[in-house]
């Protein structure tokens, strides 16, 4: 059973809107929430993360939203660029750094920003 | 800072091999490695977690004969994938911590490709 889901494989905005990706959790014993991004032939980089003590988080044009009684967290950007155009995973563990049981990721969502 | 080097980036070889991956941190120490794998359309799976000197710690379901790790030293883990077969073929991709309070790091992964 999946304990992160990203329920949108991708999602296509135009340059300058806003793009809000979506993730949602099932356990309640996670405590840190991360986004990675990744681009074709590289590995994930970590872009922005929040503790479960917060419900938002601020990082340039990247915010992340938590909710946690609903069990679902967000990232916008805005505005959105060519460059930011990847793959999106949400990762959720117990430690920032990753739990004994590293990383727990959802499957990703493919964003493109369309000029 | 925080880049962590994997190779080979993508392999090709008959059933019945070992191959081996390296995956380094090149400008800090890792305390802590862990070992993921991606199916087509699946999210990361953590495989291992390993420690510096110590012996890796295998997710259930993970064969660990088949899977050896070694993290032999703060900056070098590697994955020995042993007689592979065509069922193994996937993305392998590392990542690195030196502190549980900081994010993971990831290499670029290895496509292994087993005919």
């Known amino acids: 059973d999946q304990q992160v889901k990203q329920n949108s494989p991708s999602l296509s905005v135009q340059e300058g809107r806003i793009s809000i990706l979506n993730c949602d959790y099932t356990?309640?014993?996670?405590?840190?929430f991360l986004w990675y991004k990744k681009y074709p032939a590289e590995g994930p980089t970590f872009l922005i993360s929040?503790?479960?003590?917060?419900d938002k988080n601020e990082d340039g044009r990247f915010t992340v939203f938590l909710n946690k009684s609903a069990k679902h967290l967000s990232l916008h950007i805005v505005p959105s660029q060519p460059g930011d155009s990847a793959v999106y995973f949400c990762a959720a563990s117990e430690l920032l750094g990753g739990g004994a049981d590293g990383l727990t990721f959802g499957k990703g969502t493919h964003l493109i920003i369309q000029p | 800072g925080a880049v962590v080097s994997q190779h080979p980036s993508w392999v090709i070889c008959k059933s019945g091999t070992s191959v081996k991956i390296e995956c380094r941190s090149l400008?800090?120490?890792?305390?802590?490695m862990f070992w993921y794998r991606q199916f087509p359309k699946q999210s990361l799976m953590l495989m291992a977690t390993s420690n510096e000197g110590s012996k890796a710690t295998y997710e259930q379901g993970v064969e660990k004969d088949k899977f050896l790790i070694n993290h032999a030293s703060l900056t070098l883990s590697t994955l020995t994938v042993t007689s592979a077969h065509p069922e193994d073929s996937s993305f392998y991709i590392c990542s690195a911590r030196d502190d549980i309070n900081q994010p993971q790091h990831f290499g670029d992964g290895t496509r292994l490709s087993i005919l």
């Open positions: 400008d800090f120490q890792a305390t802590t």
């Open positions: 929040i503790s479960s003590i917060k």
């Open positions: 356990n309640s014993m996670f405590d840190y």
